[in-house]
C-alpha cells in the first residue's frame, strides 16, 4: 500500500471514536447490499444494516461489526457513524 492509493477510515460511535487509520480498501454492509470502497471512490453517503466493516491496512485485514449507522464517503475519507 503507499501513500498515494491510501484512504482514512474513521469509525465513530456515540462513545468514542473506536478507528482512525490508513486503509486500501473497505468493504461495508450498506442497507441496499455490501459494497466495496476504493481510492477515489465517487462521494457517496448511504445507510448501514447489520454486519461487518471489512478493511485492508497495513496491518493486514481487520473488522468492526456493526448494527446500523451510516457511512460518508469524500475525498478519500470514509467516515462511519454507527452502532457497535
Not at 477510515?9 to 473497505?26: A, F, N
Not at 441496499?32 to 465517487?42: D, I, T
Not at 491496512?57 to 456493526?66: L, Q
Amino acid at each position: 500500500m503507499t501513500v498515494r492509493d491510501t484512504m482514512t477510515l474513521t469509525v465513530l460511535t456515540p462513545e468514542k471514536t473506536l478507528l482512525d487509520i490508513g486503509v486500501s480498501k473497505v468493504s461495508l454492509p450498506g442497507s441496499k447490499g455490501r459494497f466495496m470502497v476504493l481510492h477515489n471512490h465517487a462521494p457517496l453517503i448511504s445507510s448501514l444494516t447489520e454486519g461487518d466493516i471489512v478493511y485492508m491496512s497495513e496491518g493486514g485485514e481487520g473488522r468492526v461489526c456493526v448494527f446500523s449507522g451510516f457511512v460518508e464517503i469524500n475525498n478519500n475519507r470514509i467516515t462511519v457513524c454507527a452502532e457497535v
